[in-house]
């Protein structure tokens, strides 16, 4: 049975209007919580929207269906994104939403599999993700599961060392059901990415490592879809990475015009203004 999304209730939303309600999730969740990583959420919630609700083959009811493909969350932090696209594919019940980050919930503000169905891995100690999608996607193919494996990682990722051999090795095994996705937000806790460790020119080192490479723009959906759709239908023996440059707290612009590093500072009134200013560009 193909589970994809198209088989679907709710198939038919657009994915401009999945993005918008994975950022009011996130939104929600971080009011709850009065913090949260709630730049990068909103940054990439429209690579989220692509991935659930156009790219990945999955059954919500069934987050460990062996036919799956697997989605994983190198950045850990990042899971307050997760979960919000999680609840919109109806992997998550909803009314959760206001446990996040408590006691007892299985949405803790740092990704823990054991917690969390639909969280492949635990994310946190940054640079270990692809590794692990490297044996995934080396599994899959020993046992002839034609399932992808996706990692999403971060453009800090890049400057791990860890990060680099597991390039090496996935062109090594020619893994073409490996897909890395990079949110090149180009924010670190300590400034910009490209002050700290510069990893450009970021195309030619992937190409360099055996893998065919793409850069888009990480906000403009068309250009996201494309994205995917090309890296799936790539008939070369060899990984794909997809590098997505995007805008931290996309879709608030009194957020998005800040001086931002890694953590974004909203104040406690804040919360219900970044949640009305998004109202007002809700697709139609």
Not at 102 to 131: F, N, V
Not at 136 to 162: C, H, I, Q, T, W
Not at 247 to 253: E, H, L, R, W
Request: proline share 4%; glycine share 10%.
């Amino acid at each position: 049975m193909n589970a994809g999304y198209r088989h679907r209730a709710g198939a038919n939303v657009s994915l401009e209007l999945r993005a918008w309600n994975i950022r009011r999730k996130a939104l929600m969740m971080g009011e709850v919580q009065g913090q949260g990583y709630i730049g990068q959420a909103l940054g990439i919630a429209d690579v989220l929207a692509a991935s659930y609700f156009h790219a990945l083959n999955y059954k919500p009811e069934e987050p460990e269906w062996e036919g799956r493909d697997r989605f994983l969350l190198s950045i850990g932090h990042y899971a307050i994104a997760l979960y919000a696209v999680l609840m919109e594919a109806g992997i998550l019940p909803e009314d959760e939403l206001e446990t996040y980050g408590m006691d007892d919930s299985r949405m803790p503000m740092s990704g823990m599999a054991s917690y969390t169905p639909g969280m492949e891995i635990t994310g946190g100690s940054l640079g270990q993700g692809l590794g692990i999608a490297v044996g995934m996607a080396l599994g899959l193919k020993r046992k002839k599961n034609p399932a992808f494996v996706y990692n999403m990682m971060s453009d800090g990722e890049l400057g791990e060392g860890s990060t680099w051999e597991a390039a090496m090795s996935g062109s090594h095994h020619k893994l073409d059901n490996l897909i890395c996705l990079i949110d090149f937000n180009n924010q670190q806790a300590d400034g910009k990415s490209t002050e700290m460790l510069c990893s450009e020119p970021l195309d030619a080192k992937w190409e360099a490592f055996g893998w065919h490479c793409q850069r888009v723009n990480g906000n403009d959906l068309e250009a996201v879809v494309a994205a995917f759709d090309a890296a799936r239908a790539l008939k070369e023996p060899r990984p794909r990475v997809i590098i997505f440059d995007t805008t931290m707290c996309k879709g608030v612009p009194f957020l998005e015009s800040r001086e931002i590093t890694h953590f974004v500072r909203v104040e406690a009134d804040e919360w219900s203004k970044a949640l009305a200013v998004l109202e007002e560009g809700k697709p139609q």
